[in-house]
């Protein structure tokens, strides 16, 4: 049963979880999804990661928990979910477009109208020519990365004992590495291109794991981030302003406590 109470955000846009993989962060997005509410939740590619699952990743309770989560999100605010393909859940390519009811879509794209604004939307792994083309790579690469978020995982572990932050180490490197930092740039200016040509005010991403928000040439670029390093998400407010949202830095405790009350008071 939906309420008459104002979500929080009109629009929150999430990617990258990566569910069915090891470095998924399941449980955080869950903290977060209980948290926030929206009027329309986009969930912007690589969801599922089915090439972990295909070779031997594990779907977890809390990765279910996370669609139950949405479901949650569908029933109490009427939230309208719009999800769109990625390259890791390429396996929804057998069934898009494909509509369920009045208030879930599965899609390829999507183009968001907002405040006088157009905001093209798409996970942008059509401009990675590794992903898209040489398939085989980009599984050797998958390897890679799944190792040094392993590393990555027991350096945290140490550093927490020690009463120290979270910190990414493959973060770091992509800034530090000019190949990467190249790619990205790229990365960003083809997507500018993209919404050029759709005649769109901005472009919204996900699939490089770096959330961000800018001007280039005019146009608003914005990237979600992820859910596996830098757990962040994009969102709008009912003034039509774009913010990125980063899970350590919210106070969860208070979100939960202002949403119960206003519970209590209905």
């Known amino acids: 049963?939906?309420?008459?109470?104002?979500?929080?955000?009109?629009?929150?846009?999430?990617?990258?979880l990566h569910l069915g993989s090891k470095?998924?962060?399941?449980?955080?997005?869950?903290e977060f999804l209980k948290a926030y509410s929206c009027?329309?939740?986009?969930?912007?590619?690589d969801i599922?990661?089915?090439?972990?699952?295909?070779?031997?990743?594990?779907?977890?309770?809390?990765?279910?928990?996370?669609?139950?989560?949405?479901?949650?999100?569908?029933?109490?605010w009427d939230t309208e979910v719009i999800y769109l393909r990625g390259n890791h859940d390429d396996f929804l390519d057998q069934i898009i477009p494909l509509k369920i009811g009045k208030q879930f879509s599965i899609r390829r794209d999507y183009t968001l109208k907002s405040f006088g604004k157009k905001y093209f939307i798409t996970h942008g792994d059509i401009f990675d020519s590794i992903t898209s083309q040489m398939k085989w790579l980009a599984y050797l690469g998958d390897i890679g990365y799944t190792f040094l978020l392993w590393v990555n995982k027991w350096y945290n572990y140490?550093?927490?004992?020690?009463?120290?932050?979270?910190?990414?180490?493959?973060?770091?490197?992509?800034?530090?590495?000019?190949?990467?930092?190249?790619?990205?740039?790229?990365?960003?200016?083809?997507?500018?291109e993209l919404a050029i040509a759709q005649e769109a005010d901005g472009i919204i991403c996900g699939h490089i794991h770096k959330a961000e928000i800018k001007e280039i040439r005019g146009i608003s670029y914005m990237n979600s981030g992820d859910w596996v390093e830098s757990l962040t998400a994009l969102v709008e407010t009912h003034q039509?302003?774009?913010?990125?949202?980063?899970?350590?830095?919210?106070?969860?405790?208070?979100?939960?406590?202002?949403?119960?009350?206003?519970?209590?008071?209905?």
Not at 240 to 258: C, M, N, R, S
Request: charged share 30%; proline share 2%.
């Open 1 to 16: 049963m939906s309420v008459n109470y104002q979500p929080t955000y009109k629009t929150i846009v999430i990617s990258d």
């Open 158 to 192: 140490h550093r927490e004992r020690q009463g120290k932050p979270y910190y990414s180490l493959s973060q770091t490197i992509k800034q530090k590495v000019k190949a990467a930092v190249n790619f990205i740039s790229d990365f960003e200016e083809k997507l500018v």
């Open 240 to 266: 039509g302003e774009w913010q990125i949202l980063q899970y350590p830095d919210f106070d969860l405790k208070k979100e939960l406590k202002e949403i119960l009350s206003d519970q209590m008071t209905l």
């Open 39 to 45: 009027h329309q939740l986009i969930l912007n590619g």
């Open 48 to 76: 599922i990661d089915g090439w972990q699952l295909k070779k031997g990743g594990e779907w977890k309770k809390k990765h279910t928990g996370f669609f139950r989560a949405v479901l949650k999100m569908m029933d109490r």
């Open 23 to 30: 470095g998924a962060k399941a449980k955080e997005v869950n």
